[in-house]
């Protein structure tokens, strides 16, 4: 049996398939799409994943997941984007009000963790003090991406999340996943759309999405599971004013990102180790005729590392 499998599939397992199917995925022609925020304008342009002032506004080598071939080996080719990593997923309104509400805030927040020397416990992870913040605003630049990398238009079922990321003093619906932060310390990024992950020796599931890229790594989870509880959940931001500024002190573990695998740390031989070790088979839904440059999921590093 494989211990480690990335599968494009349709039919997804038995396992995996009630929760996947509770976000109601479709299938979309992505040459022609309506903008993942509004759901009502076409998607055009670029809309980079993280924001271009997060460092993501230069050249980058980009490795594309392919699936796997028939022994379990990973296939995938590499591209080079002159100017960062995005897709062409909202309009033009969307992308300038997304821009203008939330990007200022989420810079400076990102800076304050670039900057910040940190105070480190004994299990390698920092305490930073994050001064004079906008919860709110931040966690709605969050949810931006997290509907970015989805590589089909968002079903009714994402809604909630739309109206979160489009109204400004919208509060963050009951139904979404929390949102859980470390830090990234690596040269390299990480994007993974929405996707299940299945051990094989205790039949848990897990249904997540991954934006990471330095200094910061971004999991949207709908379970809970124990990978997750060494990260900051800042979930509770979305209760937050959009006007509210906050002084916050957060714990953020240090983690490597070098693999495509989500929740996949340190080494690459380290991630497919623990692979083995769990049986974790991934599982990503695959839109027909999709053109979606998020499909199964991307590594990229800057060429300026």
């Known amino acids: 049996m494989e211990n480690h499998l990335l599968r494009r599939k349709r039919c997804l397992s038995n396992w995996l398939r009630p929760a996947m199917q509770r976000l109601n995925v479709t299938r979309t022609n992505q040459n022609q799409h309506l903008c993942h925020v509004c759901g009502r304008r076409q998607a055009v342009g670029k809309e980079h994943i993280p924001p271009q002032h997060a460092e993501n506004r230069d050249e980058v080598d980009i490795n594309y997941v392919d699936g796997n071939t028939p022994s379990g080996d990973m296939k995938f080719h590499v591209i080079r984007s002159p100017d960062g990593f995005w897709v062409s997923v909202l309009c033009d309104e969307c992308n300038h009000k997304i821009g203008w509400r939330y990007g200022d805030a989420y810079k400076e927040f990102l800076s304050q963790i670039t900057s910040a020397a940190g105070l480190e416990d004994t299990s390698g992870g920092v305490f930073i003090h994050l001064k004079g913040i906008y919860p709110l605003r931040i966690l709605k630049q969050m949810f931006a991406m997290f509907l970015g990398a989805v590589p089909y238009e968002p079903a009714p079922v994402w809604k909630g999340i739309q109206e979160f990321v489009r109204k400004r003093d919208s509060p963050l619906p009951d139904n979404t996943p929390s949102v859980y932060l470390y830090k990234n310390v690596s040269k390299m990024g990480r994007i ?100 979606s440059r998020s499909d199964i999921g991307v590594l990229w590093k800057s060429k300026k590392s």
């Open 192 to 291: 993974v759309p929405c996707c299940g992950i299945l051990e094989l020796s205790t039949h848990k599931t897990l249904v997540m999405s991954e934006v990471s890229w330095p200094p910061l790594g971004i999991v949207f989870a709908f379970q809970s599971d124990n990978r997750l509880n060494m990260m900051e959940n800042v979930t509770r931001w979305g209760e937050h004013r959009f006007k509210d500024r906050a002084d916050l002190l957060v714990k953020l573990p240090k983690l490597r990102v070098t693999s495509h695998y989500p929740l996949g740390f340190g080494t690459a031989r380290e991630v497919e180790r623990e692979q083995a070790r769990r049986g974790l088979i991934y599982l990503f839904h695959v839109p027909e005729n999709s053109a």
